[in-house]
């Protein structure tokens, strides 16, 4: 349990949706038996546009005097706003749980509960490349130890907790130098836990055996790129690209956790901004993961256990088939918040 029930969020603005999804989470906030404040940043393309550098400075300070932030989605002209504030943190683990959602019809009668921890950095995405001549273009790829270690300890860490295996994966056949050096470090953080079992698989072959039996694996740690493609592969497995939510780590030198954000996966969603309509239940997942996060492990369960109640109570927004506004489906999932809190007799935080 922390020291203090208080807690202090940098609150990372965007666009579209963004207002909308801030409301549902301050109004959440107020049932958590603890004293809340957020520190609005305003990362929103318009204010981008004119003040790109203060604006990311002031995202920065925020970041450094809270330790946490929760950020919304953000319209990308140019360089990503994503890339930014993972240089500026110096993020090098993301980690993106895919898990079942009741009432959401799937493919797959399975109850999913899938781990992906990706390396932030390096891979094919930190250049953009260059032509040669018009025939030709090339790039360069950049697979580092130091990353590759973060996110092996923290993906094992993380299978210890679950008591579960951990797979790697990558195309280290193909790729012997770059995806050879991260699935030799793997090897070599793996000696740490041996407990946890760990086993590589071709990242291909992965995918083909994931879709046919996802109830098969929970920790899958890999490089860049690879967990890019993966996670949004994998949310496909429980219904939906847009229910998920994220979590992006620095570590100090003793390889502690420094500095973690989080946020919902999916756009902007121009087509419905402002229109009330949007589903803020990613976002309530990306909170539920800063509370357990901070220490509030329980609060954060409570939290992400009420959002799959209101949905498989058939409490949902239209993009589920449901009725319910933002707002209608804020108060179903605050409802279920509470019985849950009360349930328990009480959580503590």
Known sequence: MPASENLNIAEFHGDGISAEL??????????????????????????????????????????????????YPTVTEGISPNKILRERFNFSVIHRPVVSIPGVKT???CTVDLHIVR????????????????EAAV????IERGPSEEAARFGFLLAQRL???????SKH?????TDGLFEETVEEVAKDFPEVQHQTELFDALLAKLIMRPEDYRVVVCPN???????????????????????????DEAGNTDLAMFDPAGGTAPDIAGKGICNPAAAFWAFAMLLEHSGFRALGGCLAEGVRDAIGNGQSTQDLGGTLSTAGFT??????LKNRLTGEGKVKA
């Not at 490349?129 to 018009?134: A, E, I, L, P, Q």
């Not at 790039?139 to 950049?142: A, G, K």
């Not at 008591?163 to 994966?169: H, K, M, Q």
């Open 173 to 177: 056949t193909i790729q012997r130098a």
């Open 119 to 134: 390396i932030a950095v390096g891979g094919t995405y930190e250049d953009a490349g260059r032509r040669v001549g018009s």
């Open 225 to 251: 790129e690879y967990g890019d493609f993966l996670s949004d592969a994998a949310c496909g497995l429980v219904g939906s690209m847009g229910l998920g939510a994220s979590a992006s780590y620095a570590f």
């Open 331 to 336: 108060e179903a999932v605050s409802a279920a």
């Open 139 to 142: 790039s360069v790829r950049v």
């Open 163 to 169: 008591g579960c295996n951990l797979v790697s994966t």
């Open 107 to 109: 493919r797959h009668d």
């Open 22 to 71: 801030s409301e549902s989470i301050h109004r959440i906030a107020e049932d958590l038996p603890l004293e809340i404040r957020f520190q609005p940043i305003d990362l929103s393309l318009e204010n981008r546009q004119v003040n790109s550098e203060e604006a990311f400075e002031e995202a920065e300070a925020a970041m450094h005097s809270h330790r946490i932030a929760l950020k």
